[in-house]
């Protein structure tokens, strides 16, 4: 196809990346003032794991998102791994189980009459039972605690050898002399739970999947075992001018194979796939099958 003088293609891949869930510990405390704290040895990258981590807590003890905190990267809170897209999945499990312990102790402070036990819960700070509305920071008082801690640790079990577990998607990329004018994006990666970073998390996988494409390439002087281009000024990168409209899109629906809170990891699944999609728009363009990247013009000739 062309585009004036351009040869246009498209070309699509799939995406794949392992489901990975591992051993994890969180803690979580109900202050005097009815406000959470939770602690987990994790990290944030950037991804938003401090966002979707209160956001779990805050789901999981009535509370709204305001009155919790969640703190990571403490070398003496509960120990978890990262990396390898297992941080949500990994870190969420061990917060939900823990923060679910602590609602069951503030729930057992109530004492309600034996008809309105089914009807307990707790909203917006409050234990509610019928016609019963009471603070959390209330009960805490009546026991004359200065705090209520929970502590809940996660293990994948055996699903992980009973099933196979991967997040998946398929992506498509316009091309056209070397430039990739648009790209899309589909996955699957269990339950998205903030759409914002989930998006930001694709799109930023997608963007290296360009950069992986058509521009990073390592030099070397093999004389002196030594990169030549190690600075960014001769390793080339993706501008803004490089990326083009990129469309992300998922299909949301709980695994709740992979973890209790039904989320695969997404960190690496955006770029998975990219590459070869943007591979096979130049093939689909030009005839040429590119194998060696980055793709470039003299490649082509």
């Known amino acids: 196809m062309r585009d004036g003088h351009a ?166 990329a316009d091309l056209g002399q070397i430039e990739v004018t648009r790209m899309t994006g589909v996955f699957d990666a269990g339950r998205i739970l903030n759409a914002k970073t989930a998006r930001s998390q694709f799109i930023g996988g997608m963007v290296w999947g360009i950069s992986m494409a058509l521009h990073e390439r390592n030099d070397y002087d093999t004389r002196l075992v030594r990169i030549v281009n190690n600075n960014l000024a001769e390793y080339h990168v993706p501008t803004n001018a490089d990326v083009p409209a990129i469309d992300i899109a998922w299909i949301d629906g709980a695994d709740d194979r992979v973890s209790p809170i039904g989320a695969r990891g997404i960190g690496e699944i955006g770029i998975t796939g990219a590459s070869a999609a943007i591979a096979n728009a130049v093939f689909h363009a030009t005839g040429t099958r590119i194998r060696d990247l980055p793709i470039t013009p003299d490649k082509l000739l």
């Not at 406000?35 to 991804?47: K, M, P, R, T, W």
Request: with cysteine.
């Open 7 to 172: 040869r246009v293609g498209w070309g699509m891949a799939a995406s794949v990346y392992p489901a990975r869930r591992s051993p994890a510990s969180a803690r979580a405390r109900l202050n005097p003032d009815g406000s959470a704290l939770v602690e987990a040895g994790s990290q944030d990258l950037g991804g938003g794991t401090y966002t979707i981590m209160t956001q779990i807590a805050a789901d999981q003890l009535g509370l709204p998102v305001s009155a919790v905190t969640f703190l990571l990267a403490i070398r003496a809170f509960p120990k978890l791994p990262s990396g390898g897209s297992q941080t949500a999945a990994t870190c969420g499990s061990a917060v939900y189980e823990a923060t679910r312990a602590l609602r069951q102790k503030i729930l057992d402070l109530a004492h309600v009459p034996a008809a309105d036990a089914d009807q307990l819960r707790i909203e917006n700070g409050r234990v509610t039972a019928g016609s019963t509305s009471v603070p959390i920071a209330d009960l805490l008082k009546q026991t004359g605690q200065p705090h209520l801690d929970a502590q809940a640790s996660t293990n994948p079990g055996d699903e992980t050898k009973q099933y196979s577990m991967f997040s998946f998607g398929a992506q498509f």
